[in-house]
């Protein structure tokens, strides 16, 4: 079992590029998307360099992936922000 302050700072890390933070914004806007359509919706990038940013989502349980013939279609796990929302009430709560 990952502490509490393991989890948060798996979560930052995961969310701390913008990229990601963009991938899983896209994801939970419109859950089931492919990682090609993921990767045209990214200026530029790869659809190796989107997958290897999803492992990094997936890594801190913030997506979940689903085989769907030869693709892979993408959901987000909004319950694993939890760790990091409690966080973020204790923190504030606390003045600083």
Known sequence: MTSPDLQVDELLR????????ALFR???VQPGLTTSQLASRTSGMTRWGVMKHLAVLRGAGLIQTLPQGRQRRHFAEPAALAPLRQWLAAASSTGG
């Open 14 to 21: 995961a969310l701390a590029d913008s990229t990601r933070r």
């Open 26 to 28: 896209a994801i939970a």
